[in-house]
């Protein structure tokens, strides 16, 4: 069965270091989405998108973040300067099309910023 | 999307029906309800969706009440495997690709 991997699996940075998630979408997939969980506490949505463009973005998705489908497999997510807060478990997901709108999570990048 | 309320925990033996419950009492028409679950700090798993109608697939099976305005995941034989953190959420199947939004779900904890 198709999945959404996720690399790495774990991340440690030091604050005002940048970093990037990858995450691969289940192949045939066009909308993707970053969510993050912070130790403890409710799944986040940061940002969704879909046509090379953002469709939806948090609050929380603030100038640190960006995202980006460099070629036709990879998404990625990038925090330019890290924080301490920025410390989280980050999920990668993916929907197929607008007629099948569940959404598919990956395994999650740990990321400990120190 | 609409509220939804779930009890924080629930307990159940090994080889019973887990069933577990959710109020959205303001769900409208065109709002589908999902359920998801995580273990221990995986990725979400999507379980079942449904609108009106119930629902039933290899996981698990979704009853939801004529008004709508709750539904019951039923796990018709639990394992220990299926220890997790269930979530209930109430969306809109747009076709924009719109977020999910979860709350704090109900932990099942399954028991020998």
């Known amino acids: 069965e198709p999945e959404v991997t996720q690399t790495p699996s774990h991340q440690v940075t030091q604050m005002g270091q940048e970093v990037i998630l990858r995450c691969v979408p289940i192949s045939n997939h066009l909308y993707f989405y970053w969510y993050r969980q912070i130790l403890g506490q409710k799944v986040e949505f940061l940002v969704s998108f879909y046509n090379n463009e953002i469709s939806e973005k948090s609050e929380i998705f603030d100038d640190q973040f960006s995202v980006e489908r460099p070629d036709g497999s990879n998404f990625t997510l990038k925090i330019r300067s890290t924080k301490l807060e920025d410390s989280a478990m980050y999920f990668c997901?993916?929907?197929?099309?607008?007629?099948?709108?569940?959404?598919?999570f990956g395994p999650g990048t740990r990321l400990l910023v120190l | 999307d609409a509220k939804t309320t779930q009890p924080p925990s629930m307990d159940c033996a090994e080889g019973r029906a887990a069933n577990l419950p959710c109020n959205h009492s303001?769900?409208?028409?065109?709002?589908?309800v999902y359920w998801y679950r995580q273990i221990h700090s995986q990725g979400p798993q999507y379980i079942i969706h449904g609108l009106k109608n119930n629902e039933t697939n290899e996981m698990a099976s979704l009853i939801i009440t004529e008004d709508r305005k709750s539904s019951t995941l039923i796990l018709p034989h639990a394992t220990l495997r299926d220890t997790a953190v269930y979530y209930c959420?109430?969306?809109?199947?747009?076709?924009?690709?719109?977020?999910?939004?979860f709350g704090t779900g109900t932990r099942l904890q399954v028991t020998l």
């Open positions: 303001t769900i409208s028409g065109n709002e589908y």
């Open positions: 959420i109430v969306r809109v199947n747009t076709g924009t690709a719109s977020k999910l939004t």
């Open positions: 997901a993916s929907t197929r099309d607008r007629g099948q709108e569940t959404q598919y």
